[in-house]
């Protein structure tokens, strides 16, 4: 190992984990290196998680966070990234303490965060659908590019709005949802769906055709499966959730 | 070997509506950017850049090219590089002397060099690289530091100005950083500045710092204090013309407020390029 490269390894070991530094500086101190690394990567995960921040309390979440980039060290280039296993690091055992209603809002906050920056596309429009005519229900109906679907056992979206709102703060409860998180132009957006939606969801992904989102409500719908496939179909060309299947476009 | 685009201002995100939606068009001649918050794929941070390069010149300042790491370079790193300058085609591309990463995690800091012959070569090895792989020369500025190494043997304003003239690279002059690390580690500013060789400084950048007592943190959370006014003074005379900016990036003001500030960038420039041609005393 060349001099260069002992020096980075024991300046890293003792700003990230501690460990002695005996020799390594002529001046200054090397404490204020390792609390910026920790200080740096707190405020920018506390910037991607703020709702789960509120609940566990400040410095609980400072604890969480302090174990996890032990478990995780950064890799990426970007502080956008430091926390993406956030949600799974704490679904995972090794950090079960929080409970899952906590990897379930950090990962509900996690896609907003996705949802933020990610690729551009022209939403699906109404007058385009209502121009097909007879082509309807050959109509490829596939989420916007910067959308995310997030699966639920307990009520957190609901715990998400209460913060956002200021209102109180409903206690942890089981629930199965599923919520579809999406970019309206620069707004990020989510919203949890009706049981036929979220049935609907994960089709959506790759694209469903509009026949093949009529046939899965029939299971569900029966007769009224054609009349509630063109509500649900307002309902996501209203909020601009739906990529524009009808231009070809060259990716 | 570097265009003086004039008085610029960091780009944030607190200013975007002012910068971009406002009647008026705010008084700064170009915008840096950091490079790294324009690396995503898409949404506002992209809409907004595209918006204030269709209006201004933009330098991409990055911080986390990792220059000085014992690691190789990131080439995921290199092609969002190289892809955000083809779209945005900066005026000027810069990042730090310093190092952020090693075994391939990240520290996002930067991180100290000692100032060895060793860390010169591979620096100039890697910058070269660079350069290459991105068509274009870069900038490399000096840190603001907080410890100094016991292998050091090079000051470093003499490190700099022989990277700069090995790899043929150029120098982003952050006088706050140079007031900082000459504060902190008890070095001559003026000693610093006469080191580093002018036809190689392509930028210079002006912050506030925090006097922390024991030591001053470069944490641009405060206006330009006056040793720094006085520094940068000193630096355009020796230099002469060159693009100059304010970064803030903590306690933002209102845009007003650093428009006042970069008022006194040119009126303190103009003063010293008067100085320079004999004008002025
Ligand atoms: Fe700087």
């Known amino acids: 190992m060349s001099e260069l490269a002992m020096i980075q390894q024991q300046f890293y070991d003792f700003v990230t984990k501690g460990s002695a530094a005996d020799g390594l500086i002529a001046t200054g101190d090397l404490k204020i290196y390792a609390r910026m690394y920790a200080s740096r990567l707190h405020d920018a995960i506390a910037g991607d998680y703020p709702k789960l921040q509120n609940r566990l309390g400040h410095d609980e979440f400072a604890s969480l966070v302090y174990r996890f980039i032990v478990a995780h060290p950064p890799q990426s280039f970007t502080l956008r990234d430091a926390g993406l296993k956030l949600g799974r690091y704490l679904r995972s055992s090794a950090d079960a303490s929080v409970g899952v209603w906590a990897a379930e809002l950090a990962e509900l906050e996690r896609a907003r965060v996705e949802c933020f920056d990610a690729r551009d596309a022209a939403p699906l429009q109404q007058d385009a659908v209502a121009a097909l005519g007879d082509a309807l229900p050959d109509l490829v109906l596939r989420w916007v590019p910067a959308s995310a679907m997030v699966t639920l056992t307990t009520n957190v979206d609901d715990i998400w709005s209460a913060i956002e709102d200021g209102t109180d703060v409903p206690a942890v409860a089981l629930a199965q949802r599923v919520v579809l998180v999406w970019r309206r132009a620069t707004t990020v957006v989510h919203r949890t769906l009706d049981d036929d939606e979220a049935a609907l969801a994960p089709m959506m992904i790759a694209g469903a055709t509009f026949t093949e989102v009529c046939d899965v409500l029939a299971t569900q719908h029966g007769e009224q499966a054609a009349p509630r496939a063109v509500e649900l179909l307002l309902r996501w060309l209203q909020a601009e959730a739906l990529d524009d299947t009808l231009v070809a476009r060259s990716v | ?281």
């Open chain 2, 1 to 281: 070997m570097f265009a003086n685009l004039g008085f610029g201002l960091g780009l944030r995100t607190v200013h975007y509506g002012d910068v971009i939606d406002s009647d008026v068009v705010p008084p700064v001649d170009w915008w840096e950017v950091i490079s790294e918050n324009f690396m995503v794929e898409g949404g506002n941070p992209r809409r907004i850049l595209r918006l204030v390069r269709e209006r201004w010149p933009v330098a991409l300042h990055g911080v986390s090219l990792s220059i000085g790491t014992v690691d190789p370079l990131d080439e995921h790193y290199l092609a969002q590089l190289a892809a955000l300058i083809a779209d945005v085609e900066p005026a000027i591309v810069s990042d730090h002397l310093c190092w952020m990463t090693l075994g391939g995690h990240s520290g996002h800091d930067l991180w100290p060099l000692p100032y060895t012959e060793e860390a010169l070569n591979l620096v100039v090895r890697k910058v070269q690289q660079v350069q290459d792989r991105l068509k274009r020369r870069i900038l490399l500025e000096n840190p603001s530091t907080y410890v100094t190494f016991s292998a050091s043997r090079i000051a470093e304003g003499e490190f700099m100005a022989e990277i700069a003239k090995r790899a043929d690279c150029g120098i982003l002059l952050d006088v706050n950083n140079v007031y900082v690390s000459c504060r902190n580690h008890g070095w001559d500013p003026q000693a610093y500045l006469a080191a580093i060789p002018a036809e190689r400084v392509g930028q210079i950048h002006l912050a506030g710092h925090t006097d922390f007592g024991t030591h001053l943190l470069d944490t641009h959370d405060h206006p330009v204090c006056d040793a720094v006014w006085s520094l940068y003074r000193d630096a355009i005379i020796k230099l002469g013309p060159r693009s100059s900016m304010i970064e803030r990036d903590d306690a933002i003001p209102p845009l007003a407020e650093l428009l006042t500030e970069l008022a006194n960038v040119r009126a303190l420039a103009a003063d010293a390029l008067a100085v320079r041609a004999g004008a002025l005393p």
